[in-house]
Nanobody
Framework: QVQLAESGGGLAQAGGSLRLSCAAS????????MGWFRQAPGKERHLVTA????????YYADSVKDRFTISRDNAKNTVYLQMNSLKPDDTAGYYC??????????????????WGQGTQVTVSS
């Protein structure tokens, strides 16, 4: 079992930056690929970015490529999402998620099994 808790959401202006954190507790953190999902009002939740357990591979959705950066610190059991050049379209609830252990399917929405409670990001124009 893995417990996840996000922090760092809030209000930003267009062009600004925010950094989200997700602290994990439970099993060996490096065994789990981690992802950030987002869900805007009236839309489905979808995977925005993901990182493998060792941090060696990353996935980015086209909508955030070159603006968002995912990273992790396995010694601190934490994954981060640095969001730069924010746009109003980035407004959404952001959710941290973990795959089952040793999953290689880190870029697939359906691979994620453990979820945080979410944190709201609002970008004003």
């Amino acid at each position: 079992q893995v417990q996840l808790a996000e922090s760092g959401g809030g209000l930003a202006q267009a062009g600004g930056s925010l950094r989200l954190s997700c602290a994990a507790s439970g099993r060996t953190f490096s065994n789990y690929a981690m992802g950030w999902f987002r869900q805007a009002p009236g839309k489905e939740r979808h995977l925005v970015t993901a990182i493998t357990g060792d941090g060696g591979n990353r996935y980015y959705a086209d909508s955030v490529k070159d603006r968002f950066t995912i990273s992790r610190d396995n010694a601190k059991n934490t994954v981060y999402l640095q969001m730069n050049s924010l746009k109003p379209d980035d407004t959404a609830g952001y959710y941290c998620a973990a795959t089952r252990p040793y999953s290689g399917l880190y870029s697939r929405d359906t691979a994620y099994y453990y979820w945080g409670q979410g944190t709201q990001v609002t970008v004003s124009s």
